[in-house]
């Protein structure tokens, strides 16, 4: 008897050890970074608490970290206060050009399109390329052949056009205000790239960035969110990091892979979030964000902009905010 309650304990204890040994899932996502008026705010919080939990649902229901980060970008390619998707700005003859990358940090695969017009989600014709070709990037052309053929289905391009979109370019065209950021229409705040990164429960880590780019840009314009190592990086053995801003800024200082080597250095999440933000912004003079999670689940964000709209899923808790120095909470 007392052999057989032995055998149970130690049963029960070595349970209780895999069981706090397990990864606990987690999501964080950004809704851009940049000039962000009051106005505007509320539409940002909104937007990236129903990404988080868009994305944080397929963790717990049995997705990967793919699954997660791709169902938080659509999310905010659906919703207008993001440039990304149905929203983006426009170039100088008026069009969408989108773009995005997704990457898996367990073999460092990525897959990332750009010049994108006429589909709905960028992001998941980057997935596509991911898990469908034995390519990584896919441009122009070739990437709307390739969407078709995997059935992807076209839209009017002018279905993806919103009025704020269209306000930000001609206040742009009009005025010659030379600030193309990623934000849009100065004034008013405008609208910010999209991105998220996830831990599942077997500790895969997975990254997506989508972005309409920068208002006003040249016809053909690419950025550096389909960059691996500027706008996106996974990696399994040591984190991952979705970043905004100014995307000429970002792919120049190759912000997202900066990050992961100040990690792989043996700096923390933040630290390394924090240092890399603001050494892009010392040597060139302009502002971007990052959001990341190390391998571990520690969270790093910074913002070297007036603001970023931000939020995780960690604990059963939604963490939030848009300020500097600023986290707010929710039940989940």
Sequence with gaps: MLKQIIFISICVLFALVIESGAMKPIIIVHGGAGDISESRIQGKFDGVKVAVRAGYEKLMNGGNALDSVEAAVVSMELDENFNAGYGSVLNL????????????????????VTLIKEFQHPISI???????????????????LFALEKGFQQVPPESLISESAKEALNDFLNKGDDQRTEIGKKDEGGVGTVGAVAIDADGHIAVATSTGGINGKMVGRIGDTPLIGGGTYADDNVGGISTTGHGESI????????????????????????????????????????????????????????????????NDKVYYGIEHDQTLEEPL
Excluded at 93 to 112: P, R, T
Excluded at 126 to 144: C, E, Q, Y
């Design 93 to 112: 003859n008026g069009e969408v050009e989108m773009e995005a990358s997704i990457m898996w940090g367990q073999d460092l695969n990525s897959g990332a």
């Design 126 to 144: 980057a997935r596509k390329v991911l898990t469908d070709t034995p390519h990584s990037f896919l441009g122009g052309n070739g990437a709307k």
């Design 251 to 314: 792919l120049k200082y190759c912000l997202a892979h900066t990050i992961i080597k100040l990690m792989e250095g043996g700096l923390d999440a933040d630290t390394a979030t924090r240092q890399a933000v603001i050494g892009m912004t010392a040597r060139l003079n302009n502002t971007a964000g990052a959001i990341t999670l190390s391998k571990n689940g520690d969270v790093g964000i910074h913002f070297s902009s007036k603001r970023m709209a931000w939020a995780y899923v960690k």
